[in-house]
């Protein structure tokens, strides 16, 4: 079974919005934090928005007011509403989950394309 699948991504004009949607694993979703990250063309992952290990939700700097993080534990899902779209978050959008036992293990989702245009 794949861990995480993600859905949600898109072509989009700048000031426009999408939701992006990533179903887990029932197991994986209990024994994990979860986040979303994102890697522009020729630049490093980063984290967009995602709960760390302490549960505080943390967003990057870029998206602050613009993004928002949300969970459904009934679905075992998590998502990113991303309003207000600029041509720099124009990335591949990654779900990611993390378990904490013993030594560290992350979880990828395949991947969606968001393509802000302007």
């Known amino acids: 079974q794949v861990p995480l699948v993600e859905s949600g991504g898109g072509l989009v004009q700048a000031g426009g919005s999408l939701r992006l949607s990533c179903i887990a694993s029932?197991?994986?979703?209990?024994?994990?934090?979860m986040g979303w990250y994102r890697q522009a063309p020729g630049k490093q992952r980063e984290l967009v928005a995602g709960?760390?290990?302490?549960?505080?939700?943390t967003y990057a700097d870029s998206v602050k007011g613009r993004f928002t993080f949300s969970r459904d534990n009934a679905k075992n899902a998590v998502y990113l509403q991303m309003n207000s779209l600029k041509p720099e978050d124009t990335a591949v959008y990654y779900c990611?989950?993390?378990?904490?036992?013993?030594?560290?293990?992350?979880?990828w989702g395949q991947g969606t394309q968001v393509t802000v245009s302007s």
């Open positions: 709960i760390g290990r302490g549960g505080s939700l």
């Open positions: 990611n989950a993390v378990d904490w036992v013993g030594q560290r293990k992350d979880y």
């Open positions: 029932e197991t994986i979703f209990r024994i994990t934090t």
